[in-house]
């Protein structure tokens, strides 16, 4: 039985996997991962299955520390600097943590969220399916929460892998997809000015909503509608004519109207945006989407089988 301590936890920073589902209908979001195909590649690097529990980071420096070790590792995700004492931890590719060792990852230089996976079965209960954390809701394991100072994630049955690296995968470039959304007729000549501007994710967007900064958006009815379902990547235009992009923490119902939704295949490249980072959309049709939906899950599985050992 191994122990990893968080030392400093940036904001953002908790435990997540795929997500729970099957059960919107009353009112309990799925949550997990932002990224689900980072954190399927560290759990494929570690050799779990893809959806499998890891600790994804936010962007700010992080530091844990291995009590009891070693521990097999892996990080994937944003771009950023790891370490152990003065020796680099590379990113896709396994390292170990040795009784004692300090892994302090700096602040994301690209991309916004980082996934440690450790290899080994973290101690803790599923929540309606699933560990993942809904700090709002209380849900998740085994803090029901963001990670904190001097938290411990212990981790059962720990293996010792070899040098195992994987090529990081990529999918999609370019403008954000989106599928019109069940309002759009509505939006009129609005809709022409969401494709042909460029936006900006705010500071204050967080896992239940990212915040559009661009121009405003004028609905041609009123902005209050009968409260309908969301899914993620549902995009709201409020009042205030400002495009909120719902994101993994969101509401399972909504009462403004949905000028468009990001494609599934292109969520996790979306929640990857930094703020202030400019970004366009580009509007496809249902069965387009569908295809690419299906590119990506056969990306995903394709994962372990893309691992090399030396």
Request: with cysteine; hydrophobic share 40%; proline share 6%.
């Amino acid at each position: 039985m191994s122990v990893l301590e968080v030392v400093t936890a940036g904001p953002l920073t908790s435990v997540q996997d795929f997500g729970r589902f099957g059960a919107q209908r009353y009112g309990l979001t799925p949550s997990g991962a932002m990224d689900r195909l980072s954190l399927a590649a560290a759990n494929a690097l570690v050799g779990h299955s893809l959806s499998a529990p890891a600790i994804e980071i936010g962007p700010l420096k992080t530091t844990f520390v291995a009590r009891g070790g070693p521990l097999s590792v892996a990080l994937t995700g944003a771009l950023r600097l790891a370490r152990t004492g003065d020796d680099s931890c590379p990113l896709y590719r396994t390292f170990t943590l040795r009784d004692g060792d300090t892994l302090t990852l700096d602040a994301a230089r690209k991309g916004v969220f980082s996934y440690l996976a450790i290899a080994g079965d973290l101690k803790g209960e599923a929540m309606f399916g699933s560990f993942s954390v809904n700090a709002r809701a209380g849900l998740g394991s085994p803090y029901p929460r963001l990670l904190q100072n001097g938290d411990q994630l212990t981790f059962e049955t720990t293996t010792l892998l070899p040098d195992r690296s994987l090529l990081p995968p990529v999918f999609g470039e370019g403008a954000i997809r989106v599928v019109p959304g069940p309002q759009y007729d509505e939006f009129g000549r609005a809709a022409d000015v969401f494709f042909n501007s460029s936006w900006q994710i705010s500071p204050t967007s967080d896992r239940m909503g990212y915040r559009l900064e661009g121009p405003s958006l004028t609905h041609a009815g009123n902005f209050n509608i009968v409260s309908d379902g969301t899914v993620d990547g549902s995009i709201q235009v409020a009042g205030n004519g400002r495009p909120i992009v719902l994101m993994k923490d969101r509401g399972t119902t909504g009462g403004y109207p949905k000028i468009a939704t990001i494609m599934s295949a292109d969520f996790g490249r979306f929640a990857q945006t930094r703020p202030r980072h400019m970004i366009r959309f580009a509007a496809i049709d249902v069965a387009a989407a569908q295809r690419e939906a299906h590119a990506f899950h056969a990306l995903l599985q394709s994962l372990p089988a893309r691992i090399r050992t030396t």
